[in-house]
């Protein structure tokens, strides 16, 4: 059992691997001027490439995931053949330069690395004894796997002349002159360890298709759960809170480099700030659900998104800096950058306290023979539906805050973002009742990708 269990923990660590090296600064390679080595997208743009198409795969995944591994397919090989296909479209995204190009070969590659997302989970369950305490130690190899691609790529392959210190980033350097243009490399190492992630699945415990039908009806009555004053409660929060969310994946890397000066080099890393304490979080939840209750837990998730932009907002309101190096080229710690890093730490009481609650407060407020419909109802309203609304919102944040479609009055986009969050934890706070019974489990959901 412990060499299945290596295993899981190994599929994990690539899963998140894959996405992780690339996703954290997509924006900022995306949005970054043709003359720095971006493709100069407006930020309407990066709004429809990493919001609209990316929701597409999430809305499709339980759909494809359900048809093809449930019924027809070996988990392990459809898995080891959707990550093939994804890493190919992901290598030839690499080179292009086109928004249409991008928008395309974005919707296709979501199609097929989404529901790789669901089919790592479905096998982890189907092999261990007791998943209640096993699972969180093999999805946590996912969080790592996340960590370890945003610090080591950067590191090594944006930087010459390296050091180490004792404090962040620990390995220093001199940035590359191509810094931004080097960025692209990201979508061609993760094409490469998807098509070698695929190899590896043949190695995975051998999870055969499910050949029962699924029950037609409980995709129907999941949504019957908006009778539910709660759940519909729940449901308008969520909503606006995926849009708001989705957007700190879209601007932080822009934020960073264009407004406190932060390198290139160093904004993956700076966004792992947010991981590490979503580790930590996840481990406290349980407590905070026991003392507080599912209604005060997710407004205090929903105040997080509140404080974290808030915080942002103000430190935007300065002039923007320049690249924080000293004489040598090497990187310091100016003090905005310092807050708008270490601010970060309230991502991990955003996703916790919110989403995570959100899902264990679905599975207990769900019957037994729709949990997985009502899972699923509510993952394609908050990972589907609020990115897609997030692409034209942001778009809309970049003509009524910023300059040929690109933000850049931060402030006036973060404080709106914080309007949004605090209107949101009122909305949960003034409306959201807990109709489940006073027993609070442990904590299973699965921590969030950033």
């Known amino acids: 059992m412990n060499f299945i269990k290596g295993r899981l923990r190994m599929m994990m660590f690539l899963q998140y691997v894959v996405w992780g090296i690339w996703l954290p600064v997509l924006a900022t390679y995306l949005q970054s001027p043709v003359a720095n080595g971006g493709l100069g997208f407006t930020s309407g743009q990066v709004g429809w490439i990493v919001g609209v198409a990316g929701s597409v795969g999430a809305v499709s995944a339980p759909f494809i995931a359900g048809q093809f591994a449930d019924r027809y397919f070996s988990t392990e090989k459809f898995l080891a053949l959707l990550l093939i296909l994804g890493g190919s479209v992901k290598f030839i995204l690499s080179y292009q330069d086109s928004f249409m190009a991008w928008v395309f070969?974005?919707?296709?590659?979501?199609?097929?690395?989404?529901?790789?997302?669901?089919?790592?989970?479905?096998?982890?369950?189907?092999?261990l004894d007791n998943p209640d305490s096993d699972w969180p130690r093999i999805r946590v190899?996912?969080?790592?796997?996340?960590?370890?691609?945003?610090?080591?790529?950067?590191?090594?392959?944006?930087?010459?002349?390296?050091?180490?210190?004792?404090?962040?980033?620990?390995?220093?350097?001199?940035?590359?002159a191509d810094a931004t243009a080097r960025l692209a490399d990201t979508l061609k190492v993760s094409g490469v360890i998807?098509?070698?992630?695929?190899?590896?699945?043949?190695?995975?415990?051998?999870?055969?298709?499910?050949?029962?039908?699924?029950?037609?009806?409980?995709?129907?009555k999941a949504f019957s759960l908006l009778s539910h004053r709660s759940f519909a409660v729940l449901v308008a929060a969520s909503l606006p809170i995926a849009v708001i969310h989705q957007v700190y994946f879209?601007?932080?890397?822009?934020?960073?480099?264009?407004?406190?000066?932060?390198?290139?080099?160093?904004?993956?890393?700076?966004m792992t700030v947010g991981q590490f304490a979503e580790i930590a979080f996840l481990a406290l939840l349980g407590t905070f659900l026991m003392r507080l209750g599912f209604k005060w837990t997710i407004c205090i998730g929903a105040l997080a998104y509140f404080a974290r932009y808030a915080i942002w907002g103000l430190i935007s309101m300065q002039e923007a800096s320049g690249p924080s190096v000293d004489a040598a080229g090497q990187f310091v710690w100016t003090t905005p950058l310092m807050i708008g890093v270490f601010s970060q730490i309230l991502h991990g009481l955003c996703y916790s306290c919110f989403f995570a609650s959100a899902f264990m407060y679905v599975d207990r407020i769900a019957d037994a023979d729709i949990r997985n419909s009502a899972q699923t109802v509510f993952g394609i309203i908050i990972l589907g539906l609020g990115p897609m609304l997030a692409g034209p919102f942001l778009g809309l944040l970049g003509s009524v805050f910023g300059e040929a479609g690109v933000v850049t009055d931060f402030a006036g986009m973060w404080f709106t973002l914080a309007t949004i969050a605090l209107l949101t934890s009122l909305l949960v706070g003034f409306a959201f009742e807990d109709e489940t019974e006073a027993e609070v489990l442990m904590p299973t959901a699965e921590p969030a990708t950033g």
């Open 105 to 127: 070969l974005a919707t296709l590659y979501s199609v097929l690395y989404m529901p790789t997302l669901s089919l790592t989970n479905s096998m982890a369950f189907a092999h």
């Open 141 to 176: 190899m996912g969080t790592i796997g996340w960590i370890a691609a945003s610090w080591l790529f950067p590191m090594i392959w944006l930087q010459t002349d390296l050091e180490f210190r004792l404090l962040p980033p620990f390995f220093v350097g001199t940035e590359v």
């Open 194 to 220: 998807s098509i070698l992630y695929a190899g590896f699945c043949f190695l995975l415990p051998h999870t055969p298709p499910k050949k029962e039908a699924v029950e037609k009806l409980a995709f129907k």
């Open 250 to 270: 879209m601007q932080t890397g822009p934020f960073f480099e264009n407004q406190l000066g932060m390198l290139v080099t160093y904004i993956a890393p700076a």
